[in-house]
């Protein structure tokens, strides 16, 4: 694990997660891409999942994995492919304080989404494919590797 400190503003780190082939990377962004689309579509939808879970849509945290997080994923995903690698090893540049918070907010957010209604997910229940066991999976690392690495930081200052 490797945590750096960025010199790109005050307060921002650059964290490493876990390796995986790109197209799981592209596979998870584009589960929450689906979720936000089914969120802006409903906005009673959006406000009873924050209600249950974080909000989806709005706040700081929210922006920042979707505008940032998300971005980073996907550019570098990307290139890996186009590359014909077999696995990419992002790196992910963001202030710290909402990179500890991204780590919550994914966790809570996946698990509400991945929890069970009856014999469905609740993402099943938007109308949203529940996500396969190995991005579950995924999801689960990346959250392990922020915690560690974040931990990791705060320990070297």
């Known amino acids: 694990m490797v945590v750096h400190q960025g010199h790109a ?8 997660l876990p390796a995986a082939s790109p197209g799981a990377y592209l596979r998870w962004v584009a ?3 689906e979720v ?4 802006l579509q409903s906005p009673s939808l959006e406000a ?7 909000p989806f849509l709005r706040g700081e945290v929210a922006r920042f994995v979707s505008d940032v997080l998300a971005r980073q994923l996907v550019d570098q995903a990307t290139r890996a492919e186009r590359q014909g690698r077999d696995y990419v090893v992002p ?3 963001g202030d710290r304080r909402l990179l500890a918070a991204a780590k ?4 809570e957010r996946g698990d509400w989404l991945s929890s069970s209604s009856g014999t469905t997910t609740m993402a099943e ?3 949203v494919p529940a996500l ?23 320990r070297a200052n």
């Open 36 to 39: 936000e689309d089914r969120m």
């Open 48 to 54: 009873y999942a924050s209600s249950m879970s974080v």
């Open 31 to 33: 589960f929450w891409r």
């Open 125 to 127: 229940a938007m109308g």
């Open 91 to 93: 790196r992910i540049t």
């Open 132 to 154: 396969p066991s190995d991005l579950v999976s995924l999801r689960q690392r990346v959250v392990t590797a922020l915690a560690l690495e974040l931990e990791d930081l705060q």
């Open 104 to 107: 919550w907010y994914i966790a």
């Open 9 to 16: 503003s005050p307060g921002s780190v650059t964290v490493t």
